[in-house]
C-alpha cells in the first residue's frame, strides 16, 4: 500500500531563518507531488506541483521554493522565512491526473 | 485559472437531520473531477466522494451523496443522518491535468 510521510509535524522558526520540509512517498513510483499552506481559516493554496524529478510548477510567486530531487521525495525551501509564511503546510500525492490526492499529516509552521 | 468557491464558512446541522454544502467552480475543462474532502481536528484531509464531470450519474458514499449540475458548474454535498463524527471542516476541490485547486471550506458542526 501507499504511504506518505511529511516532516516535521510542528516547526518553530525565527523571522529569516532558512526552512526545509520533506516529502516522501512510499509503494508507489512517478507519482504527481504536491505542497499546500493552509492559512488559520482559510482554505488550501497550491504553492507548487511536480509531475516528475526535477520538474516544478510553482502557483503563488513568493519567497518558498521547491524541490524534488527522487522520485518519491519533495522538498519545500525558503532561504529567509516571512512572518506570512506561518501556516499548515500540507504534502500531497496523486497517481496522475484525474484521481485523488493523497495528503500527509502536514506540518505547522510557526515564525516568530 | 480555475477557482473554486464555497460560499458558507460555517454550517451546522442537529444530528440525525440531513445538511448540503454548496460549492462552485470556474473552468472552462470539459474533463475534470470533482471531489470533497473532510479535515477533522487532527487535519489530517480524508476523501469523502468523487465526481467525474464526464458522467452524469450523481456519485453516493453510503450517507455522503452529491449534487453535480455540470451547466451550473455546482457540486453540492449532502450529508443524511449526521452523525457527531461529521463534525469538520469540507473542502470541494476540482483537478484538471496534474492540478487540485480546493475551495476555502466550510466548517459543519453537529449538534447533539
Known amino acids: 500500500s501507499q504511504t506518505i510521510h511529511q516532516w516535521p509535524a510542528t516547526l518553530v522558526q525565527p523571522v529569516g531563518s532558512p526552512l526545509s520540509l520533506e516529502c516522501t512517498v512510499e509503494g508507489t513510483s512517478n507519482p504527481n507531488l504536491y505542497w499546500y499552506r493552509q492559512a488559520a481559516g482559510r482554505g488550501l493554496q497550491l504553492l507548487f506541483y511536480s509531475v516528475g524529478i526535477g520538474q516544478i510548477s510553482s502557483e503563488v510567486p513568493q519567497n518558498l521554493s521547491a524541490s524534488r530531487p527522487q522520485d518519491r521525495q519533495f522538498i519545500l525551501s525558503s532561504k529567509k522565512l516571512l512572518l506570512s509564511d506561518s501556516g499548515f503546510y500540507l504534502c500531497a500525492w496523486s497517481r496522475g491526473s484525474r484521481t485523488e490526492a493523497f495528503f500527509g499529516q502536514g506540518t505547522r509552521l510557526t515564525v516568530v | 485559472a480555475q477557482t473554486v468557491t464555497q460560499s458558507q464558512p460555517e454550517m451546522s446541522v442537529q444530528e440525525a437531520e440531513t445538511v448540503t454544502l454548496s460549492c462552485t467552480y470556474d473552468?472552462?475543462?470539459?474533463?475534470?473531477?470533482l471531489f470533497w474532502y473532510k479535515q477533522p481536528p487532527s487535519r489530517q484531509m480524508i476523501l469523502v466522494i468523487r465526481?467525474?464531470?464526464?458522467?452524469?450519474q450523481n456519485a453516493t458514499e453510503n450517507r455522503f451523496s452529491v449534487n453535480f449540475q455540470k451547466a451550473a458548474k455546482s457540486f453540492s454535498l449532502k450529508i443524511s443522518d449526521s452523525q457527531l463524527g461529521d463534525a469538520a471542516m469540507y473542502f470541494c476541490?476540482?483537478?484538471?491535468?496534474?492540478?487540485?485547486?480546493f475551495g476555502t471550506g466550510t466548517s459543519l458542526t453537529v449538534i447533539p
Open positions: 473552468t472552462s475543462e470539459s474533463d475534470y473531477y
Open positions: 476541490a476540482y483537478s484538471s491535468g496534474n492540478q487540485f485547486y
Open positions: 465526481q467525474e464531470a464526464y458522467k452524469q
